[in-house]
């Protein structure tokens, strides 16, 4: 593993990691004495590194577009049960499963000859034999491994005449709130079970009798229970297991993927946004090595909900007759330096949600412009966090305790945690993306909210102690870097366009520096 | 390049003109003895009476219905995803249970199902890819409406009553 720490996730400078369950196949104690051992594939000679499997050769250097498979996955143990990965190799009497053949020095592999097509075209006609083949209402389509494959190397027509078998008490079986598990597309690669067997360590998955009535059971009566099932209804190859929020909302080939960070905790997941017509539909993890690897859990991707929602501020609000009205950022602005000049005290209050370019131009900049001695502290409040020194690990695998992304960047800037979690001024600004905590403050308090705020929050102020509301950008809406917990920085671009009135921190600041 | 010429002479019996009147005088007299004196008439009394087109013809667009009055349509967006002119939008989302006696092969409906007919020409591409035979265009032509938002075909107006593919 490389030790970088700065990235820009558009092209996270990180080496693939293709050894599954993070250990090599075997293991050479001194890899870099000897020179590489070398396989050929299709005609042409590649280096390896000792406890490469032919697959993974094979992945590094883009043979080919990819040898299909459906049981191996790249974080998750080697099981060799699907066949679909099948490779000849030179001497070897049988075909080979290239997920799980550790590559040899001087092995001569052919991964397209006649003879592995025919073996996946069987496969495939096998995996087709029971497949429902309701595509035009299964959420998978358009991203099915199962219709990609069968594509590329199905038979095209099946032989098989008999009755399709279903799982009538399966069809539409609720694993959980999240996941709904339709068992008569399973193609029984387990990839599910491994995952909760070994990535999660929480075993609630399991497969029950054999063969035609194979079928994926929940080990306990609750059902699925795991803080990652997001995940599984990534991995399943088919539309087995599909995750209940997207469910039916759209079809794959509508969505925009872009990449960005997810801001629900300190860990900061590597994200792709789903999105069209600039509406979010789902977040689903991209691989990054250093962070979060393959996976993300289920309140990360589910927290784009806080941005789609209609109760979200997305004009700027100005009080007037102790009532908040939208306006323009010019009236709204010079309204508030006169309340801002007119203070005794104010207080900036950056919340831990705040980007670092965000913390940087708020400590600069809005003392200077408002032309006051302003106090600027940063408040996390979420989970009891106060600074990032109470931030800890909450499982084995991602979550962490702190769910703001840049309490480790905020503070960076040199700013100081709010005192006893409490603001105390004539007029105190509080600055946050709808992550961080809201501080305790007396019940005359003055404030001047900025960022994401919901309807629902506001009421949490008496309506007059509110003296305007300025909209700001979404993490998924702006540019910027978080510092996670492990002090990486990540930097993220837009990944979709915010069509509300909601301004970004630097054109406020831009707007309000005019007006002086 | 210079202009070509394409205009030719006028011949003997064209300069003459008469005849040309003449032959077109003799056709009017023809469809007006057939028409007045026989009632043999080309034109019909629309709208009293209205032209059978052929099975074929591609009209205003319907949603087959099963005998429970549901629609067939599930909202599977291939008709959506092939229409050239953009002119369907479809919201969908799972039948709740108790109005789903038909299990898994009905779970997924359209929520609402908007055609606009004023983008649409009728290509038939959307009958074409639909899965399940839901999205037809009938042979109705009579498509005038007096606003546009009667143009855009909703799932009410859609999910009207048919007699295969004639209007009731
Ligand atoms: S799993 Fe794939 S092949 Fe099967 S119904 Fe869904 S989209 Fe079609
Ligand atoms: S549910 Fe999906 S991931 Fe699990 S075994 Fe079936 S196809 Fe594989
Ligand atoms: S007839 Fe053609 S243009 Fe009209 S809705 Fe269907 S696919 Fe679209
Ligand atoms: S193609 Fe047919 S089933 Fe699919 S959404 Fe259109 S009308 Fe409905
Ligand atoms: S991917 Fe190799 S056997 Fe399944």
Redesign the pocket.
């Known amino acids: 593993m490389s030790n970088i720490t700065e990235f820009d996730i558009k092209k996270p400078k990180v080496d693939l990691n293709y050894a599954s369950d993070k250990k090599p196949v075997h293991s050479d104690p001194n890899p870099e004495a000897k020179p590489l051992p070398k396989v050929t594939i299709d005609g042409k000679t590649y280096d390896f590194k000792p406890g490469d499997t032919i697959m993974q050769v094979a992945e590094r250097y883009k043979v080919h577009e990819e040898i299909p498979r459906y049981c191996y996955h790249p974080g998750m143990p080697i099981a060799g049960t699907c066949r679909m990965c099948t490779v000849e190799v030179e001497k070897a009497p049988k075909l080979m499963t290239s997920c799980s053949t550790p590559a040899a020095d001087g092995m001569v592999v052919h991964t397209r000859s006649d003879k592995v097509m025919k073996s996946r075209t069987g496969v495939m006609e096998f995996l087709l034999t029971n497949h429902p083949l309701d595509c035009p209402v299964c959420d998978k389509a358009g991203e099915c491994e199962l219709q990609d494959y069968n594509y590329e190397y199905g038979p095209g027509t099946s032989n098989f005449k008999e009755e399709k078998r279903v799982f009538e008490h399966a069809t539409t079986k609720k694993l959980s709130d999240k996941v709904t598990?339709n068992m008569n597309r399973?193609?029984?690669?387990?990839?599910?079970?491994r995952f909760t067997d070994d990535v999660t360590k929480t075993n609630d998955l399991v497969m029950v009798n054999r063969g035609w009535h194979k079928e994926?059971e929940a080990t306990t009566e609750a059902g699925l229970t795991n803080e990652y099932q997001g995940c599984?209804t990534d991995?399943?190859?088919?539309g087995?297991?599909t995750w209940n929020d997207f469910r039916f909302k759209k079809r794959s080939w509508f969505l925009n993927r872009k990449p960005s960070l997810c801001d629900g905790c300190s860990k900061g997941c590597n994200i792709e946004v789903h999105s069209d017509s600039e509406i979010v539909y789902r977040y689903v993890p991209i691989y990054n090595e250093l962070v979060n690897g393959h996976w993300m859990c289920d309140a990360g991707r589910s927290s784009y909900t806080s941005y789609t929602n209609p109760l979200r501020v997305i004009a700027p609000l100005m009080k007037h007759n102790d009532a908040l009205h939208s306006t323009s950022i010019q009236t709204l602005l010079t309204d508030l330096q006169v309340h801002l000049k007119n203070a005794a005290s104010i207080q900036l209050v950056v919340g831990t949600d705040a980007t670092r370019e965000e913390a940087a131009l708020l400590k600069e900049k809005v003392p200077t412009i408002i032309g006051k001695n302003i106090a600027v502290s940063y408040f996390n409040g979420t989970n009891g966090v106060q600074t990032s020194a109470d931030d800890k690990k909450l499982d084995e695998l991602l979550k962490m305790k702190d769910l703001t992304p840049n309490t480790k960047g905020v503070e960076e800037q040199g700013l100081s945690p709010l005192a006893n979690g409490e603001v105390n001024a004539d007029i105190a600004i509080l600055f946050r993306n709808g992550r961080a905590g809201i501080p305790k403050m007396k019940a005359d308090q003055k404030v001047v909210l900025w960022g994401i705020w919901s309807q629902d929050e506001l009421k949490s102020f008496p309506s007059k102690n509110i003296l305007g509301v300025i909209a700001g950008l979404a993490t998924i809406e702006k540019e910027g870097s978080y510092k996670n917990a492990d002090g990486i920085v990540q930097k993220f671009h837009p990944a979709i366009t915010h069509k509300g009135g909601a301004l970004s921190a630097h054109q406020v600041v831009g707007v309000w520096k005019t007006l002086n | 390049m210079g202009t070509i010429n394409v205009s030719k002479k006028y011949t003997a019996k064209e300069k003459a003109y008469l005849p040309a009147i003449l032959i077109g005088m003799k056709i009017t007299m023809k469809r007006f003895i057939q028409g007045f004196l026989f009632r043999k008439h080309d034109t019909i009394m629309y709208p009293e009476k209205k032209r059978d087109y052929s099975d074929r013809f591609r009209g205003m667009h319907f949603i087959s219905v099963d005998k429970n009055k549901t629609e067939n349509c599930t909202a599977c967006y291939l008709c959506e995803t092939i229409c050239p002119a953009e002119c369907i939008h479809i919201v969908a989302d799972e039948r709740d249970e108790e109005h789903n006696p038909y299990g898994v092969k009905k779970e997924k409906k359209p929520v609402s199902f908007d055609i606009d007919a004023l983008r649409c020409c009728f290509c038939g591409f959307c009958e074409e890819a639909c899965p399940k035979d839901a999205i037809k265009l009938s042979g109705n032509y009579e498509l005038a409406v007096s606003s546009r938002e009667e143009a855009i075909y909703d799932l009410d107006h859609l999910k009207r009553d048919m007699n295969g593919r004639r209007e009731k």
Request: hydrophobic share 55%; net charge neutral.
């Open positions: 598990l399973c193609v029984h690669c387990e990839r599910c079970v994926l599984l991995f399943c190859p088919v087995a297991l």
